[in-house]
């Protein structure tokens, strides 16, 4: 049951971690885990250790099934041989099979060096599997130790990776390795902490703890369905079927100067059920939210601006962040609600040398990818491309509604009487020019960026007091929950990579 060297166990109590089976316990429901493959060994020595440095089982969670593996550090400090692939393999094939989630609880050196290309081999079956697993159930990694090489690989193509602070690292190649090669001195908190890799967009979520962890992961299961080929839960739906002290706090909710920042976390809580919201991807990309949250008691997928964050401005990274967020679920027939508040594109000239066209423009390629339904919310500002892509009708959002405070137009205030009445600006003088100027502002915002202009013309459906967003959004989902979309006769879409 512990199969380690004494001296391997020793350093994993010194260092406070927990045998593998006792993690799974943790994140399973209570006695629920039925292990398989116990008495695999390593070929090649009798004496080798029970396990292969891998325990490999299938459980519940909330009564719902799961399949599970769990890499054991103190037999061959986790690494991948012979029997750890096998058994890897083997319940990856069991959860495809059943359509269940898997779930990895990652502690690995990596490849088994002494096992040589073998090692490499199962690397690549463990990730063969991934492909057929992807879309078709959820494949969740928890970060709990130092993973390098092919151990990070395979986490990173998974649904959703949560690492533990100060405990979970992830590179492809150590500092040591790093320092030989290159010359480059660097820090292992520096290379790949659980914070770093999340600012980086490789770790969705950081928890305090392995306790943290798994009640994380079990909580975002409760928003995904078993497999694609069943519904995610409805829980506790009917709730708060009138207008709230909640609801009625959106009506003051926007800061009276368009330029004025305020927090989107505000308004999300107050939109969904029992203000609840589950962020994924907080510490990358901040100048946009996603995450999950429940409407009626059914999931939905939140994609929302973030006004203190560069504005909530789209760039590069946020455009990827939200297209994963979409296309995941898109997958497994998940809702999508956008919240908008975006100035436009983040205009610069790093952003043009590190693509901003090709990157930026997969966030529309996913809207209009996206079969599920799809209602947006415009809350204040939608200017240019992002108007488009943040769940516009023109892209295929289903239902498109906006606040009285929205503003909708190619580009905001300011910006187009510069462009537009510049001549006449400087021909009123010095002293009549900037009276001039804000006259047009104020003109170009009560008639041209307005809601109802929008309205008049389709391409939002009402605009509705903030207060009744809620109610509105359980009305549009329930209107939207027989939605099919046929799609034409290929093999695949070519995503803009």
Known sequence: MDPGSERAKARRDAAGQTPPRQRIAELLDAGSFVEMGQLVKAPGNPDNPFGDGVVTGRGTIDGRPVAVYAHDNTVFGGSVGEGFGKKVCAIMDFAIKVGCPIIGINDSGGARVQDAVTSLAYYSEISRRQYPASGYVPQISIMLGKCAGGAVYAPVTTDFV?????????????????????????????????????????????????????????????????????????????????????????????????????????????????????????????????????????????????????????DIDASEKATRHMMLCDAYSIPIVYVVDTPGYLPGVEQE????????????????????????????KAYGGAYAVMGSKNLGGDLNFAWPTARIAVMGAEGAV??????????????????????????????????????????????????????VLRGALAQLRDKTRVELPRKHAIFPL
């Open 162 to 314: 949560i690492a533990v602070q100060d405990q979970a690292y992830m590179f492809v190649t150590g500092p040591d390795v790093i320092r030989q090669v290159t010359g480059e001195d660097v820090t292992m908190d520096e290379l790949g902490s659980a914070l770093e890799q999340a600012k980086r967009g490789n770790v969705n979520h950081v928890a305090v703890s392995e306790h943290d962890a798994f009640m994380y992961v079990r909580n975002l299961l409760s928003y995904l369905p078993s497999s694609a080929s069943e519904k995610a839960p409805r829980i506790n739906p009917g709730l708060e079927p009138e207008t709230t002290e909640s609801d009625r706090q959106l009506d003051t909710i926007i800061p009276d100067s368009d330029n004025a920042a305020y927090d989107m976390h505000d308004v999300l809580i107050r939109m969904f059920d029992d203000g609840e919201f589950v962020e994924t991807s907080g510490q990358f990309a901040s100048n946009i939210i996603t995450g999950f949250a429940r409407v009626d008691g059914e999931p939905v997928g939140v994609v929302a601006n973030q006004p203190l964050h560069l504005s909530g401005a789209l």
């Open 418 to 471: 510069d462009l537009l009445q510049r001549r006449q600006i400087e021909e009123a003088g010095p002293e009549e020019g900037p009276k001039l100027r804000q006259q047009l502002i104020d003109m170009y915002n009560e008639f041209i960026a307005t809601p109802y202009t929008a309205a008049e013309r389709g391409y939002i459906d009402a605009v509705i007091e903030p207060s009744q967003t809620r109610l």
């Open 353 to 380: 040398k590190l693509g901003i066209i090709h990157r930026g423009a997969k966030m529309g390629f996913a809207v209009a990818a996206s079969s599920v339904p799809k209602v947006t919310f415009v809350v204040r």
